[in-house]
């Protein structure tokens, strides 16, 4: 798949209080035939994340037609998986028992470490207004470390697929921290993708299913984003090395890919990514982050750049 870019569309200019660096880990949802808005983690003063929006002209990706001026969610209290940040991962409309649609947010609790800087966990939390504001459906998380995920858990994408009995088969794939490594005296994370099932969206059977692993270069993968092309699920990710890698652009955040026939074995297919980092400007020195969807009938790709998305986020399409 080949990718055109349409340059970088919205950084964050520092004028609201909750909103004063980044836009990361973009997620674009349809709202209306005219617009489409695009969720984003976004950072206050004091470095802690929260989820907003801005909504863009559908049929031109490039211009802005509002800007949100209030955080969707924040973080958690005090105690909680979430008290330092709320960073959106993955929407979904779900259809509620009185008939009507709520917008489910899967999302990444940060929580301050000590000895590792951050411990991550995956929360829900709930819309009913539109997207507007988000309630989460429980204080705790839905995933945290575990047996198979030693150290954390973050950034999930979710997928419903109906079944021919009636029922609908919940999938997720999420990033699995396996260990940490000090290295130049930093604790630095080693994470690869894992894979989940679930009858409901909220009870994931987990069963240590590898989709996308570490490899003589890659220590850390970020955000899958998966989806159907045909009979072929496709999973675009980012990854780098453990190493430099936020100064070292050789060392940095690259856009891969995989196909799988059943969404559960993964073969990697980075040379067929269509993508790279540019020459110079915003994502020159990295590319991460990205959300794939269907636009009106082509592949868009949500992503960010330089800084882990304090260069703000862009858009590329299909061809």
């Known amino acids: ?75 958690g209290a005090v105690g909680m998986f979430d ?18 649609d709520e917008i489910w947010l899967y999302y990444t609790g940060w929580n301050k470490s000590e000895t590792t800087h951050y411990r991550l966990g995956i929360g829900l939390a709930i819309s009913r207004d539109g997207g507007l504001t988000f309630e989460r459906k429980f204080t705790g998380p839905l995933l945290d470390r575990y047996i198979f995920d030693q150290v954390w858990v973050a950034q999930p994408c979710v997928m419903r697929e109906p079944q021919p009995d009636g029922t609908v088969r919940w999938r997720m794939w999420y990033l699995s921290c396996t260990k940490i490594e000090v290295i130049n005296g930093h604790p630095e994370p080693f994470y690869d993708v894992k894979y989940a099932e679930s009858a409901d969206g909220i009870y994931w059977n987990r069963t240590g299913q590898v989709c996308v692993g570490y490899d003589a270069f890659t220590d850390a993968i970020g955000r899958p984003t998966v989806f159907k092309d045909g009979d072929t699920y496709r999973m675009y990710f980012s990854y780098r090395s453990a190493t430099n890698y936020r100064t070292d652009v050789e060392r940095s955040y690259r856009m891969g890919c995989a196909e799988s026939a059943d969404g559960i074995t993964w073969t990697r297919t980075d040379d067929q990514t269509g993508i790279a980092r540019s020459t110079e400007g915003w994502d020159s020195q990295m590319m991460d982050y990205c959300h794939i969807f269907n636009h009106q009938g082509r592949w868009t790709m949500l992503y960010n750049g330089n800084g882990f998305g304090a260069s703000g986020f862009g858009v590329a399409v299909e061809g």
């Not at 994340?49 to 001026?69: G, K, M, N």
């Not at 779900?94 to 008939?99: I, L, R, W």
């Open 1 to 75: 798949m080949n990718w055109t870019k349409l340059g970088l569309i919205y950084k964050p200019d520092g004028s609201l209080p909750f909103s004063q660096t980044h836009a990361q880990v973009p997620f674009g949802f349809p709202v209306a035939d005219d617009r489409l808005r695009v969720y984003f983690a976004t950072r206050d003063a004091n470095v802690q994340s929260a989820t907003s929006f801005v909504e863009l002209d559908a049929h031109d990706l490039s211009r802005i037609l509002y800007v949100h001026d209030n955080p969707c969610i924040t973080h």
């Open 83 to 100: 008290e330092t940040g709320a960073m959106p991962s993955w929407f979904l409309r779900v259809p509620a028992e009185d008939g009507t």
